[in-house]
């Protein structure tokens, strides 16, 4: 097998995924479209993420103190989630289990790129405290944002079937991270056909995978003739292979709830 079979791949992909779009455009309801395309850019994460992670859809983030995320379209969790709840496919997810989120647009504009922005933000708000943490003499940690983190903190990534042009996004992207703090700031944009927005390392001048204090928004146009999907698939693979968790712990969420009473006691001697 070449080296270029991945490309391949990819290819035969991106070719599957745009006749699925164009199907998906006979659907009258808007929301039966929505979900039809968040369900195929799902179902591509799901073939190129690592085997500990898995991509959702339809779904809401709550927080051990009450927080509670917009609707998310594609959420990528532990794949050890307890299913808490699935109503007709909608799950409830704790946030400690949430790696990240993928917002999914028909057409990239404006309004759609900001308030995919402020779902990421709003999201990485959410506390992430109930671990139940195991003693031992490694501390692990994650950096990213220009932080230092004592979990794996969320990831925003925006994908799109079409949309402006993508220096008028990144136009829009810029002005939007002026006025936000790097921790808000999404990960990349991604418009098939035409190429993605990331981040280049201050420092390093190389691609990161989070931006970072001083980081330059990169636009980077797809090959002549082909998609973007291998190089999301690779960002998708760096970004998500060093994903962690400490075990959940349920019991911040049960609150103050009444878990029983006791009425007898045995002692044994």
């Known amino acids: 097998m070449s080296q270029e079979a991945l490309a391949t791949i990819m290819r035969s992909v991106a070719n599957r995924m745009r006749a699925d779009f164009e199907q998906s455009k006979v659907f009258s309801h ?26 959702i859809h339809n779904a809401e983030i709550i927080a051990s103190d009450g927080g509670v995320s917009r609707q998310c379209d594609v959420v990528i969790v532990n794949r050890e989630t307890p299913p808490l709840t699935s109503l007709q496919g909608y799950r409830v997810i704790p946030n400690e289990c949430v790696y990240g989120l993928v917002e999914v647009k028909t057409s990239l504009n404006r309004k759609d790129l900001l308030d995919a922005c402020e779902k990421i933000a709003n999201a990485r708000q959410l506390s992430k405290t109930a671990y139940r943490r195991v003693p031992g003499p490694i501390v692990r940690t994650t950096s990213a944002y220009g932080r230092t983190y004592d979990h794996f903190p969320t990831s925003g990534i925006v994908v799109a079937f079409d949309g402006l ?58 090959p002549v ?14 970004h998500f292979s060093e994903a962690w ?3 959940l712990d349920l019991v911040p969420y049960a609150g103050k709830s009444v878990l029983g009473t006791a009425v007898r006691e045995w002692v044994i001697p």
């Open 225 to 238: 003739g082909e998609d973007i999907l291998l190089a999301l698939a690779l960002h998708l693979n760096i």
């Open 165 to 222: 042009n993508l220096q008028t996004l990144g136009d829009h992207l810029v002005e939007w991270c002026r006025k936000r703090p790097v921790w808000e700031w999404p990960d990349s944009v991604w418009v098939l056909g035409k190429g993605g927005l990331q981040w280049r390392h201050a420092a390093s001048g190389l691609l990161d995978r989070t931006p970072s204090p001083g980081a330059h928004l990169v636009q980077m146009d797809a």
């Open 245 to 247: 968790m400490h075990p």
């Open 30 to 55: 808007n929301g039966e479209a929505g979900t039809s395309r968040e369900a195929l850019v799902r179902d591509f994460l799901s073939s190129c993420l690592p085997a500990h992670v898995q991509a």
